[in-house]
């Protein structure tokens, strides 16, 4: 089936380390790809989003890259702060408004 | 700017009884709009979407119905809970007529069911 799914459950980074969280995907029909941050009991929050015209798109202290030829999506969150523990989710779209979300990568912070 | 607000934050049940659950978008027009589920430690399951007023497409079977009465409000309910109906529920809202947008979340609820 198509599906967005992710490398690794958890991930634990010293903190002031940069960060890389993974993501595979198999629909090579989707166009968009967005990255959210989820805290424990609050909905996702967009983090940053890229279209598949694109191979890297940077934010603040953020970056998505897009390789296309192997399905790969990946997150990297610069300087990692203990306010970046969350779960984080890929998720793609093929222009039908519908996101399909991966399970989810959960990023502990090490002091 | 928009905003988006579901409530209530929590809710415990019993089985058997009803629910509605609401949700309301703040700052812009005919957004398209979704209920998602989420199980523990898992992933987003979406349960329902709205492209319009009255117009409510259900993505699984299920115990639970969706609404639009208006514009910018979204009702999750259901006559009868089950146990399995237990989750985190999440309301999500896009801007309409734009493609690669995304969709940006409520708070959710949290709905226990005993």
């Known amino acids: 089936g198509e599906s967005v799914g992710l490398h690794l459950p958890t991930l634990s980074v010293q903190e002031g380390d940069n960060s890389i969280i993974n993501c595979a995907y198999s629909?090579?029909?989707?166009?968009?790809f967005i990255w959210y941050k989820q805290e424990s009991g609050k909905g996702p929050q967009f983090i940053i989003d890229?279209?598949?015209?694109?191979d890297k798109r940077q934010g603040q202290r953020v970056t998505v890259l897009l390789n296309k030829t192997v399905k790969h999506l990946s997150l990297q969150i610069a300087a990692t702060q203990p306010g970046d523990s969350a779960v984080y989710f890929c998720a793609e779209t093929n222009r039908d408004d519908k996101i399909i979300f991966g399970k989810g990568t959960r990023l502990h912070i090490l002091p | 700017s928009q905003t988006i607000h579901q409530w209530p934050a929590t809710l415990v049940q019993p089985v058997g009884s009803p629910l509605s659950l609401e949700c309301t978008v703040e700052?812009?027009?005919?957004?398209?709009l979704y209920w998602y589920r989420q199980a523990a430690g898992r992933g987003l399951q979406l349960l329902f979407y709205s492209v319009g007023i009255g117009q409510i497409s259900s993505e699984v079977p299920q115990n639970l119905s969706a609404s639009r009465p208006q514009d910018r409000q979204f009702i999750l309910s259901s006559k009868k809970l089950l146990l399995s109906d237990s989750g985190f529920y999440l309301c999500?809202?896009?801007?309409?007529?734009?493609?690669?947008?995304?969709?940006?979340f409520g708070d959710g609820t949290r709905l226990s069911i005993l």
């Open positions: 890229i279209r598949s015209n694109m």
């Open positions: 700052g812009t027009s005919n957004p398209n």
């Open positions: 629909n090579s029909a989707s166009d968009y």
């Open positions: 999500a809202w896009s801007p309409t007529g734009q493609p690669n947008q995304p969709q940006h």
